[in-house]
């Protein structure tokens, strides 16, 4: 069946360390994959997208990795800052008609000063 | 920058009551989402609108569910009996391409059922 899980339930750095958050997935029909920040009280938000005809994509301090091989998703966030402390999650649509986004179980980021 | 947003911020009712969740999704968007996190857990998928019909919906979205799209700017997730375990924080999203594409969502919808 498909699913979409973390690695790690937490994670916790040191302000300035670059942070590397793993996301596993399943469904080998998966051809796009989102990474979302949720904050305390606050909806997903948008970080990064890349799909499945990608292997890197780069953001402003964030990098996404896909290794469709083994079925692994990253973030990479360079220089981690306090305001990155959050839950993150990975996210995954099969494409076609299918529009749900199906998401891991998330990754609480813990940046400390 | 555009945004989804939602309201009312948090809502309180009584079990057997109906419920009423609103969104404004982002104006130029297409494709319109219900989505639901019970305290803890991870973010699950409800329902996804298009073309003023459901395209897709999950398990979770049975008959004591609707959405609507009432009028050119306004989405609404509708439970018409609410159980305890419809306690939950729900999300309304919004995308311009289908499903292999952005979802941007709002800030949610606290809804406790006492």
């Known amino acids: 069946g498909e699913s979409v899980g973390l690695h790690l339930p937490t994670l916790s750095v040191q302000e300035g360390d670059n942070s590397i958050i793993n996301c596993a997935y399943s469904?080998?029909?998966?051809?796009?994959f989102i990474w979302y920040k949720q904050e305390s009280g606050k909806g997903p938000q948008f970080i990064i997208d890349?799909?499945?005809?990608?292997d890197k994509r780069q953001g402003q301090r964030v990098t996404v990795l896909l290794n469709k091989t083994v079925k692994h998703l990253s973030l990479q966030i360079a220089a981690t800052q306090p305001g990155d402390s959050a839950v993150y999650f990975c996210?995954?649509?099969?494409?076609?008609?299918?529009?749900?986004?199906?998401f891991g179980k998330g990754t609480l980021l813990t940046v400390n000063p | 920058e555009p945004e989804v947003t939602q309201t009312p911020s948090h809502q309180v009712t009584q079990m057997g009551q109906e419920v009423i969740l609103r969104c404004v999704p982002i104006?130029?968007?297409?494709?319109f989402y219900w989505y639901r996190q019970i305290l803890g857990q991870k973010v699950e998928f409800l329902v996804s609108?298009?073309?003023?019909?459901?395209?897709?919906k999950s398990e979770i979205f049975d008959d004591q569910f609707s959405v609507e799209r009432p009028d050119g700017s306004n989405f609404t997730l509708k439970i018409r009996s609410t159980k305890l375990e419809d306690s939950a924080m729900y999300f309304c999203?919004?995308?311009f391409g289908g499903g292999a594409d952005t979802q941007y969502f709002g800030p949610g919808t606290r809804l406790t059922v006492l």
């Open positions: 890349i799909r499945s005809n990608m």
């Open positions: 469904n080998s029909a998966s051809d796009y």
């Open positions: 104006s130029n968007h297409l494709y």
């Open positions: 999203a919004s995308g």
């Open positions: 609108f298009y073309n003023n019909e459901i395209s897709e």
């Open positions: 996210a995954e649509n099969s494409g076609g008609s299918n529009y749900k986004l199906t």
